[in-house]
Nanobody, 115 residues
Framework: QAQLVESGGGLVQPGGSLRLSCAAS????????MRWYRQAPGKERELVAA????????TYADSVKGRFTISRDNAKNTVYLQMRSLKPEDTAVYFC????????WGQGTQVTVSS
């Protein structure tokens, strides 16, 4: 059974940093492209960052370029989202998504940026 478990969310002050982790199991992680989405209350879901399965090529939403970094460790079946210079508008639930033959979603982790 495929499973994605996010961790690392929490409350942080503006300008601070957080690193989200997403541990995968039950499917071939190394063959899956991985994405981080976020959804804030009253707003549409937004694709934040993506990383390919083999080359590790990354793409980012314009709103997070230069501040967020997505990476993966295929040996640990884990994808990360390093977030720096956080802003209040980054507040959202962050979801990890795996895309291969099928698509799998994690349960989400809350990130709150507030003073």
């Amino acid at each position: 059974q495929a499973q994605l478990v996010e961790s690392g969310g929490g409350l942080v002050q503006p300008g601070g940093s957080l690193r989200l982790s997403c541990a995968a199991s039950g499917f071939t992680f190394s063959s899956s492209a991985m994405r981080w989405y976020r959804q804030a209350p009253g707003k549409e879901r937004e694709l934040v960052a993506a990383i390919t399965s083999t080359s590790g090529r990354t793409t980012y939403a314009d709103s997070v370029k230069g501040r967020f970094t997505i990476s993966r460790d295929n040996a640990k079946n884990t994808v990360y989202l390093q977030m720096r210079s956080l802003k209040p508008e980054d507040t959202a639930v962050y979801f990890c998504v795996a895309r291969s033959i099928r698509e799998y979603w994690g349960q989400g982790t809350q990130v709150t940026v507030s003073s």
